[in-house]
């Protein structure tokens, strides 16, 4: 196993929806808001080579939508999808595999571009593209709470490429590399588990994208279902606690990794490191 994680690009959300119920003179102390309540989130990719598998996980916004669509998004820094593969020695090309946590838009935009003839093309033209069966028939259904977050474009290309892999359950995807399914946040979150250098890494995705979502009720109001987000993230914090697991980050502008302790106040982050102080 040969893994490596890079950011594809900073971006801005508003930091009320980020944490849901928690008051803002708690969570601007660790994400500072802008005038409009804005607050920066990276977009934390990985990249692992096992058993003959390039693999990468989820993709970014993408560069498909208007200057609008955009505007709205703010995308700075970080060092872009293609171009943080080349770095690390890979052409789109080279990609087998791409997994996919789920289809909101930040997660799988990157995967189809506009292509020359006004349609759309994907990016990884040799890859297989995995998202859980459950995401997949929850994303294409007429669903009006995640309605700006399933994009079309970014969705029905997958399917019609034929390169589509639906997963059915929780298990292994590759060698040392295998996934859970979560339902608070949307249906049919996949949460990447890779055995590396005899640790494992538990990609939290949008089960817990930041360090300061470790405490319970630090949710955002993005979650369908906030008390099976909690029942989640409690199951899936005492085994990374029980086993020292390190926790990798997708969206945490600070860290991108953490293991854990318990506190009185319950479990909370132990030591906080990037990712390239475990990577090979
Ligand atoms: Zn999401």
């Given at each position: 196993?040969?893994?490596?994680?890079?950011?594809?690009?900073?971006?801005?959300?508003?930091?009320?929806?980020?944490?849901?119920?928690?008051?803002?003179?708690?969570?601007s102390?660790?994400?500072?808001?802008?005038?409009?309540?804005?607050i920066?989130?990276?977009l934390?990719?990985?990249?692992?080579?096992?058993?003959?598998?390039?693999?990468?996980v989820?993709?970014?916004?993408?560069?498909?939508?208007?200057?609008?669509?955009?505007?709205?998004?703010?995308?700075?820094?970080?060092?872009?999808?293609?171009?943080?593969?080349?770095?690390?020695?890979?052409?789109?090309?080279?990609?087998t595999?791409?997994?996919?946590?789920?289809?909101?838009?930040?997660?799988?935009?990157?995967?189809?571009?506009?292509?020359?003839?006004?349609?759309?093309?994907?990016?990884f033209?040799?890859?297989?593209?995995?998202?859980?069966?459950?995401?997949?028939?929850?994303?294409?259904?007429?669903?009006?709470r995640?309605?700006?977050?399933?994009?079309?474009?970014?969705?029905?290309?997958?399917?019609?490429?034929?390169?589509?892999?639906?997963?059915?359950?929780e298990?292994?995807l590759?060698?040392?590399?295998?996934?859970?399914?979560?339902?608070?946040?949307?249906?049919?979150?996949?949460?990447?588990?890779?055995?590396?250098?005899?640790?494992?890494?538990?990609?939290?995705?949008?089960?817990?994208?930041?360090?300061?979502?470790?405490?319970?009720?630090?949710?955002?109001?993005?979650?369908?279902?906030?008390?099976?987000?909690?029942?989640?993230?409690?199951?899936?914090?005492?085994?990374?606690?029980?086993?020292?697991?390190?926790?990798?980050?997708?969206?945490?502008?600070?860290?991108?990794?953490?293991?854990?302790?318990?506190?009185?106040?319950?479990?909370?982050?132990?030591?906080?490191?990037?990712?390239?102080?475990?990577?090979?």
């Open positions: 196993m040969k893994t490596d994680l890079f950011n594809i690009s900073n971006f801005k959300v508003d930091g009320g929806a980020m944490f849901g119920v928690v008051p803002k003179a708690l969570w102390r660790v994400y500072p808001a802008d005038v409009n309540n804005l920066v989130l990276t934390n990719s990985i990249i692992a080579e096992t058993d003959g598998h390039v693999v990468l989820d993709t970014g916004w993408g560069d498909k939508q208007d200057e609008k669509f955009f505007r709205h998004v703010h995308l700075h820094d970080g060092e872009g999808l293609t171009e943080g593969l080349r770095k690390r020695g890979y052409k789109p090309e080279d990609i595999d791409v997994v996919l946590t789920h289809l909101h838009a930040d997660h799988c935009g990157g995967c189809v571009k506009n292509s020359n003839d006004g349609g759309y093309e994907l990016v033209p040799n890859a297989e593209y995995h998202v859980s069966r459950a995401q997949w028939e929850w994303a294409v259904k007429n669903n009006l995640e309605a700006d977050a399933f994009l079309e474009e970014n969705i029905l290309p997958l399917e019609q490429s034929g390169r589509l892999r639906l997963a059915d359950e298990g292994e590759f060698r040392d590399f295998s996934v859970r399914i979560c339902y608070g946040h949307t249906q049919g979150l996949m949460i990447p588990v890779i055995s590396y250098s005899g640790r494992k890494l538990v990609y939290t995705g949008d089960l817990i994208p930041t360090i300061a979502h470790i405490p319970l009720i630090w949710n955002m109001s993005y979650d369908i279902e906030s008390l099976k987000t909690i029942e989640e993230k409690k199951s899936i914090l005492q085994e990374a606690l029980d086993n020292d697991y390190i926790l990798v980050f997708q969206h945490d502008v600070h860290f991108e990794c953490c293991t854990l302790t318990m506190t009185e106040k319950g479990i909370r982050a132990k030591d906080k490191f990037q990712f390239r102080e475990i990577a090979s």
